[in-house]
């Protein structure tokens, strides 16, 4: 008798309830029971479903009598899109080097509607929350009814309208604009956003999400009452100073009317209609910041902020490495912080700063704090003293700079036995800004070798006229595509918008995956399969690219690759990550010094 076993695998489907009414909500679970390695589950086909949420893991333990049992389950809300006996058929799961498949599921659908819906008493997730369900009008709407002589266009201008709606219309680089898209109607509708802002010349913080406030409710427009739909909310970081136009969202909408024939109530008639709303482009002028008493040190933090510094150890040797930790909190452009600058004494030697966030992306401004964490090490022993650390800010509500610093932090090192393996492994990890001599004798060979090529083709060129040489330089900035597409504002994450807000984005990480890496491919003008983390670091670094945005770069694509590879928690960070991609692609089109 074995004092700990683990129970043998299955892999099942359920639903609840398995009968339901047109308009009630169906749970999917498809779990893996005690299943060691579980690499991957693929759902069913769904086409006859609207999938509400999902998929949303769920994972369990328990052990009687000795006997261990786990499970991991997937879950998805859905809700029937006609009546009907449906069959929701087998799924695949990969566990280990197996695959296995799950049992088929049948569900019964009536015409019946449920006088519990949106009741939060009947255990829905969505009570109250059915954005885009066709909105039902009050008694007093009789606007979806077409007399005679109206016409649709008619009916729609007066009773439906999308409109961008912006906390002010000016502001600093670096402080928070608040964009919000709302919906107002008095019809119903079915609503899909088929063009989505990608808000180009800002970083982007998505204000929407599970926990979000219920998007439906009521507001007045000139006396006059209308259901509202939150369609998106958002803080915008500007990222450069000028006149920056907000871009439209638009809104395909199915309407249903009722016409009566020769205005007879008795004798009435339901027409569809096919209308597309487009909220008015909103221009944001955007000052940039005072250059009058701004510190030397000022590295683009807008906001107020604190800043502290402390050590792992006061005291070590010189076989260990010390931590420096630098924690700066408040609020404002958080997320655009960098490292700040360090007077390390002679002596020191620094590695990659590893960087931590705690911030709260519901506050406006953000609000939260940043761990930087150093790591560095020093090879004599004697006394020694980080020096106060300087950090300067521009607040924009006294619109005055600010300069705070931390206290001198003193450390001693004692003499060790040895070059320890931790500071060998640190000193591989250098960044690239970082140059050993064997890189600088490489780099002089390049530029030496460079200078002989240069100086031999020059003496077989032809020589070119001024004006010709300015028309070459001309045709081939017109030739750049990065110009051209930052000049045409263009969306480099197109594909991956238009998923972003679909029912069920199955694509999204894949989809984001192809277009940023196209993006930096382009960018950098590397071979799109071969967008290498090394290769890249290095083709940015020689661009002259901030070390804290090529750091932002590798690990936002770490990221997507763990969701992209990973089946579980993948529809929580859709906006988070699609929010983060734009904001990379914004630092990247910024000159770069």
Known sequence: MCNFCIAQTKFLATV???????????TLKLTVENGQDVKQINPPSLIDFNVLS???????????????????????????????????????????????KSNAVKIIVSNKKSSNKGNPTNGSPFAALDIFDEPKPKAA????????????????????????????????????????YKLYTRLQSESNLSKNPSFNGFSVIDMMDGNSQSPYNTEKINGREYNTYLIRKAQLYPLQAGSIELEVATLDNKITFVQYENGDPN?????????????????????????????????????????????EKPNFSTDETGKLLITVSGEGNMQLLTTPEIAWQTGFEAFDTKVTDNVNNRTIP?????????????SKEGNYVI??????????????????????????????????????????KKPATSFSMSWIFVIAFILVFTFLILLFTKKKKSKVTEKQAIKIEEKEEAKNPIAEAIASNKNWLEKTSSCLYQENCIDFYALLNTELKLYLATRY???????DST??????????????????????????????????ERNEKLQEMYARAQTIIQLHNMPTA
């Not at 328990?62 to 389950?73: K, R, Y």
């Open 54 to 100: 999902g998929p949303n893991q769920e994972t369990s333990m328990n052990s009687i009598n000795g006997v261990v049992s786990q499970s991991i389950s997937l879950s998805y809300i859905l809700q029937p899109k006609k009546a009907g006996n449906f069959t929701i058929a087998n799924s695949t799961a990969i566990i280990g080097n197996k695959t296995f």
């Open 267 to 311: 004798n009435a008639t339901t027409i569809t209609e096919n209308v597309s709303l487009s909220s008015k482009p909103t221009i944001i002028v955007v000052r940039p910041l005072p250059e009058k008493n701004k510190p030397a040190d000022f590295d683009g933090a807008v906001g107020n902020f604190n800043i502290e510094a402390t050590v």
């Open 16 to 26: 609840s309830p398995t009968q339901a009414g047109i308009d009630e909500y169906i």
């Open 387 to 428: 020096p106060k650390i300087n950090f300067s800010f521009f607040d924009p509500k006294t619109e005055m700079y600010k300069s705070i610093s931390t206290k001198e932090i003193p450390i001693i090192v004692t003499k060790g036995l040895g070059v320890s393996e931790r500071v060998k492994a640190l000193e591989t």
């Open 366 to 378: 953000l609000s939260g704090s940043k761990i930087f964490e150093v790591p560095f090490a020093i």
């Open 525 to 531: 003008t590397l071979a799109e399969g071969i967008v």
């Open 141 to 180: 709407y009789e606007d979806y009814i077409l007399r005679k002589g109206e016409t649709v266009e008619d009916k729609v201008n007066k009773n439906m309208q999308l409109q961008l709606q912006t906390d002010k219309r000016s502001c600093y680089v670096g402080e928070p604009i608040i964009a919000t």
């Open 535 to 568: 290769i890249l670091m290095k083709e940015m670094d020689r661009a002259g690219v901030n070390n804290n945005a090529i750091l932002q770069t590798q690990q936002l694509l770490q990221d997507i690759e763990w969701q992209l590879y990973t089946p579980f």
